[in-house]
């Protein structure tokens, strides 16, 4: 009887739950120099997880603060770059407002108002 129960159970499953596929999220494109930094700052805060000196966790600041900088850098051209491309294209602007809406739950809000 369980084993006529476990077939059908697994049956069932396989045509009615589906699969799970494997999505990746396509991350920030920066620069090579800036993804370098960012290897270096983590293998110096791995260092001073090791060794908790002042002298390590000095360096690790200046690492991350010269990455922290050059990523505000990369995206603000990012974002200059793209708010190029709206000029004269009114249909791009309303897409990116709509999107931005969508990400922070506000969708249903900008289309009633319309």
Same mark, same amino acid.
């Given at each position: 009887?369980?084993?006529?129960?476990?077939?059908?159970?697994?049956?069932? &499953?396989?045509?009615? &739950?589906?699969?799970? +596929? /494997?999505?990746?999220? @396509?991350?920030?494109? *920066? +620069?090579?120099?800036t993804r370098k930094k960012i290897r270096e700052r983590s !293998? &110096?805060?791995?260092? *001073?997880?090791? $060794?908790? +000196?002042g002298r390590n966790f000095e360096k690790y600041k200046q690492?991350? @603060? /010269? #990455? $922290?900088?050059?990523?505000?850098?990369?995206? @603000?051209? $990012?974002? !200059?770059?793209?708010?190029?491309?709206?000029?004269?294209?009114?249909?791009? #602007?309303?897409?990116?407002?709509?999107? $931005?809406? &969508?990400?922070?739950?506000?969708? @249903? +809000?900008?289309?009633?108002?319309?």
């Amino acid at each position: 009887m369980w084993i006529d129960f476990a077939q059908i159970l697994e049956e069932q &499953v396989k045509s009615h &739950v589906p699969l799970k +596929s /494997e999505r990746r999220k @396509n991350g920030r494109k *920066y +620069s090579k120099q800036t993804r370098k930094k960012i290897r270096e700052r983590s !293998k &110096v805060w791995q260092k *001073y997880r090791q $060794n908790s +000196s002042g002298r390590n966790f000095e360096k690790y600041k200046q690492l991350r @603060n /010269e #990455v $922290n900088r050059c990523i505000e850098r990369e995206d @603000n051209l $990012n974002r !200059k770059r793209i708010l190029k491309g709206f000029k004269g294209n009114p249909k791009k #602007v309303l897409w990116i407002h709509e999107a $931005n809406a &969508v990400s922070q739950g506000q969708h @249903n +809000s900008l289309t009633e108002r319309q």
